[in-house]
T-cell receptor
Framework: DAGVIQSPRHEVTEMGQEVTLRCKPI?????LFWYRQTMMRGLELLIY????????DSGMPEDRFSAKMPNASFSTLKIQPSEPRDSAVYFC??????????????FGPGTRLTVL | KNEVEQSPQNLTAQEGEFITINCSYS?????LHWLQQHPGGGIVSLFM???GKKKHGRLIATINIQEKHSSLHITASHPRDSAVYIC??????????FGKGTKLTVNP
């Protein structure tokens, strides 16, 4: 398996522009997570889906952020409009949730976002 | 106070040394994860445990649920072990709460 795939790997944009990050989870996994990592705050969960349904979006910073999972093999994280403080590395991860049993999460390589 | 505290923040060791990284948490958990982040940025899951001890090669992870404490040990450390080690706890859902990480440097 190719693992979790994220694109783009690097994104540089100007303040005010729309940014879309993409993620393809490992085939067969039913949970998908979006994380953000900054020097100041470390790793933080933004949102996670189970069976394509958003379960917890309490980490989404504000209305400028939105995430979708239209099918089991694709998810997007959109920032509109982007701001310099959104600069961070965004990770996508996936796992397989069995009934009453948690499993390890597999992380993608991350997207390094720079907003000028 | 963060829910997950790691110590030390930074650790420098000589090749061959035994290394211990500590993680304390303040909430009830269903599982605790240890992750490794390579200098290139990639994140790999090392262990997921809810009780006792797990061993994988030179890495050992232990957890004491009563004391809300976990340790990650590396025996016979090697420069390739240099990375950031992150502790994360999982409550009643799949959500992970992360510590700030421990940056380990192993010198030859």
């Amino acid at each position: 398996d190719a693992g979790v795939i994220q694109s783009p790997r690097h994104e540089v944009t100007e303040m005010g522009q729309e940014v879309t990050l993409r993620c393809k989870p490992i085939s067969g996994h039913n949970s998908l997570f979006w994380y953000r990592q900054t020097m100041m705050r470390g790793l933080e969960l933004l949102i996670y889906f189970n069976n394509n349904v958003p379960i917890d979006d309490s980490g989404m910073p504000e209305d400028r952020f939105s995430a979708k999972m239209p099918n089991a093999s694709f998810s997007t994280l959109k920032i509109q409009p982007s701001e310099p403080r959104d600069s961070a590395v965004y990770f996508c991860a996936s796992s397989f949730l069995r009934l009453s049993s948690y499993n390890e999460q597999f992380f993608g390589p991350g997207t390094r976002l720079t907003v000028l | 106070k963060n829910e997950v505290e790691q110590s030390p923040q930074n650790l420098t060791a000589q090749e061959g040394e035994f290394i211990t990284i500590n993680c304390s948490y303040s909430v009830g958990i269903s599982a605790l994860h240890w992750l490794q982040q390579h200098p290139g940025g990639g994140i790999v899951s090392l262990f997921m445990l809810s009780s006792g001890k797990k061993k994988h090669g030179r890495l050992i992870a232990t957890i004491n649920i009563q004391e809300k404490h976990s340790s990650l040990h590396i025996t016979a450390s090697h420069p390739r072990d240099s990375a950031v080690y992150i502790c994360a706890v999982q409550g009643g859902s799949e959500k992970l709460v992360f510590g700030k990480g421990t940056k380990l440097t192993v010198n030859p």
